[in-house]
C-alpha cells in the first residue's frame, strides 16, 4: 500500500504477500497464524482479535505479521517467550534496529533475514511497498535458550 493509502485506511490488515509466506511456509510448515482474521489467516488454524491472539498459547510452527503499532511489542515479546516455552516463531517485522523491542527480543535472540527492497503488501484488491524495510525473525526454542 502507498504511505497514502495507510495513513487513511488505518488498518491493520496489509496482508504478507503469499510469495514471501510461501517460502518460509516450505521450511516451516506452520500450524498456526497468531494473529489474522477469517480472510486473510495465512493457516487453516489462526487467532483472531475476538480471541485475541496476545492472550492465547502459542504451540508448533507458528506464523506472525502483528499489527504494527503501538502494541508490536507485545507481540514480538510473546513470540520469544512462546519459543522459550517451545515454539518455534516466524515473524515478518519492520526492521527497526533502533528501538528497545529489536535489542530486548530480537538482537542475538533469534535468526535475523533482512529483506532487500520493500515488501509489497496487500490491502484488499490493493498493494504496493512498505514505507520502510522489513525483516524475517525467526525464534527457535534453541536460539531463545541463548539468553
Ligand atoms: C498485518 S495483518 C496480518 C494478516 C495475516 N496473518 C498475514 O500474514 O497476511 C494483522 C492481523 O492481526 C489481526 N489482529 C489484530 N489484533 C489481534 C489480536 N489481538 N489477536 C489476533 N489477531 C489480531 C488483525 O485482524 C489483522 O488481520
Same mark, same amino acid.
Given at each position: 500500500m502507498n504511505e497514502v493509502l495507510f495513513a487513511s485506511s488505518g488498518s491493520t490488515d496489509y496482508e504478507t504477500p503469499p510469495e514471501l509466506f510461501q517460502k518460509y511456509d516450505a521450511i516451516y510448515h506452520f500450524s498456526l497464524d497468531v494473529c489474522a482474521n477469517r480472510a486473510n489467516t495465512k493457516c487453516r488454524r489462526f487467532y483472531s482479535p =475476538?480471541?485475541?491472539g496476545l492472550t492465547q498459547p502459542w504451540s508448533g510452527a507458528c506464523w506472525m505479521n502483528p499489527p504494527y503499532g503501538r502494541d508490536v511489542e507485545a507481540w514480538i515479546k510473546k513470540a520469544y517467550e512462546s519459543a522459550k516455552a517451545g515454539a518455534t516463531v516466524v515473524a515478518l517485522l519492520p526492521a527497526r534496529t533502533d528501538t528497545a523491542w529489536f535489542h530486548e /527480543? !530480537?538482537?542475538? =535472540?533469534?535468526? !535475523?533475514? /533482512?529483506l532487500r527492497g520493500r515488501v509489497r503488501f496487500i490491502l484488499g484488491d490493493k498493494s504496493g511497498p512498505a514505507t520502510f524495510p522489513s525483516m524475517i525473525v525467526i525464534w527457535t526454542p534453541r536460539w531463545s535458550e541463548r539468553s
Open positions: =475476538k480471541q485475541d /527480543f !530480537v538482537y542475538n =535472540k533469534a535468526m !535475523v533475514e /533482512f
